[in-house]
């Protein structure tokens, strides 16, 4: 049996006939997972693996019944290298709809000559590329990657290894599950946000920012935050002309974008700016600029850049946390 680690892809060939065989690959501290193989065209038996992660180590087992008799083969994968020596912390992040930036620190036993490198691709069986604009640290060392034009997002996962060599000792690797580029993607801020006063209340709206990959406004989680300057009757215990800040917002996206507020929940002098990120994201946008409200009915206030409540700061329809 063979393993391409790059690929999580293990190989083999029969010299009799076969009647059943089974695969499966232990990486701890995951659970144990097992798949039925395929045959290539050249009459090669494999198994794929793509969600598995094999830098911390991997048993893998072919179970197999022929003619009758059980066999079991079982291939032990180590990382060769220094341990401590593979990049750790590794993050990506897609921004401006077709950039991506990726980074990482040098292992704690890597060698002052450590020289990574960073290896991705778009499908289990694209050709890896390898990032052509590092980022160095102020000795040197690889510490980070641009990617400057990611092309038409045919893909939504993506896939990483990051490997290296020294002088002084091998480099072991770094590999990962594949990454959901959905949820890779830093927004630009909420687009075109206005408030305006009716006389009663107001209505804040804005636009969803434009996604790599069209994602639906249900999708997007707002954040909404509010401040409030400080007047004597509605701040005895803050100094006259402060501010402070109230609870903020959570709202999720809808074809509509708008958040009312009464009339008596902000006055003129007080600010909101927004922020937006995907629903099961963790990577908020930055902030919209920040824009104030005014008491003059029917004169929206906007910000040039790029269902609704009746509730205060604090409410909304909650996003995922």
């Not at 701040?235 to 109230?246: D, I, Q």
Request: proline fraction near 8%; charged fraction near 20%; include cysteine.
């Amino acid at each position: 049996m063979k393993l391409d680690a790059r690929k999580k892809m293990l190989t083999w060939n029969y010299r009799r006939n076969v009647t059943e065989e089974e695969c499966r690959i232990d990486t701890p501290p995951n659970l144990a997972t097992s798949t039925s193989p395929q045959v290539s065209e050249d009459g090669t038996h494999f198994c794929e693996f793509p969600n598995s992660v094999l830098h911390r180590g991997a048993n893998l087992t072919l179970n197999v019944t022929s003619e009758g008799a059980e066999f079991r083969e079982v291939l032990a994968f180590e990382n060769p290298g220094r341990e401590g020596s593979g990049a750790v912390n590794f993050s990506c992040l897609i921004y401006d709809l077709c950039f991506l930036n990726c980074s990482w620190t040098p292992g704690p036993a890597a060698p002052a000559d450590v020289h990574y490198r960073l290896y991705w691709w778009a499908s289990r069986h694209d050709r890896e590329a390898e990032c052509a604009h590092y980022v160095v640290d102020a000795t040197g060392t690889r510490v980070g990657c641009h990617l400057d034009d990611l092309g038409e997002p045919a893909q939504r996962d993506y896939f990483f290894l990051v490997n290296g060599t020294s002088n002084e000792t091998a480099i072991r690797f770094l590999d990962f599950t594949p990454f959901n580029a959905v949820q890779m993607e830093k927004y630009n801020p909420p687009a075109n946000v206005t408030i305006d006063f009716n006389g009663s209340h107001h209505v804040v709206r804005w636009d969803d920012p434009r996604t790599r990959f069209g994602v639906p406004s249900h999708m997007l989680c707002y954040q909404l935050d509010f401040q409030r300057q400080v007047s004597a009757p509605r701040a005895p215990r803050r100094p006259l002309g402060s501010s402070y800040r109230r609870d903020p917002v959570f709202q999720l996206g809808s074809d509509d974008n708008r958040y009312v507020l009464p009339g008596s929940a902000a006055t003129a002098g007080d600010t909101l700016r927004a922020r937006v990120k995907h629903k099961y994201g963790h990577v908020w946008s930055a902030w919209s600029p920040t824009l104030a409200f005014s008491e003059r009915p029917g004169r929206p206030t906007a910000v040039p850049t790029g269902g609704s409540s009746a509730h205060p700061p604090g409410a909304g329809r909650g996003c995922p946390q």
